[in-house]
């Protein structure tokens, strides 16, 4: 498994912008698929995006597409989330995740490492 370190989240009032990192401590991070999640309070977690191993494919759910890019820097070990014209349904715990794979999974099953979670609040 892989440590993971999420970062950049805190409160953010609509329409604005937040930068999210993810901190891996894994020397092989380039071999690993990179996801990012939220959970809001009473709601299940849900997939936002993720992003392959190579970084030449990216997937996003609908209702982040558009607004949000997932990023990685295989030299840094690190993945990110650039969070644009947010709004106060994006409010909730970040997660990111770690799937040793050459696929892009969508579903939080099927990653194996994951970090603590970043709360990311939009006022409106």
């Known amino acids: 498994q892989v440590h993971l370190v999420e970062s950049g989240g805190g409160l953010v009032q609509g329409g604005g912008s937040l930068r999210l990192s993810c901190a891996a401590s894994e020397r092989t991070f380039s071999s690993y698929a990179m996801g990012w999640f939220r959970q809001a309070p009473g709601k299940e977690r849900e997939f936002v995006a993720a992003?392959?191993?190579?970084?030449?494919?990216?997937t996003y759910s609908d209702s982040v597409k558009g607004r949000f890019t997932i990023s990685r820097d295989n030299s840094e070990n690190t993945a990110y989330l650039q969070m644009d014209s947010l709004k106060p349904d994006d409010t909730a715990v970040y997660y990111c995740?770690?799937?040793?794979?050459?696929?892009?999974?969508?579903?939080?099953?099927?990653?194996?490492?994951w970090g603590q979670g970043t709360q990311v609040t939009v006022s409106s």
């Open positions: 992003i392959s191993r190579t970084f030449d494919s990216t």
């Open positions: 995740a770690a799937k040793r794979t050459v696929l892009l999974p969508r579903v939080a099953g099927e990653y194996d490492s």
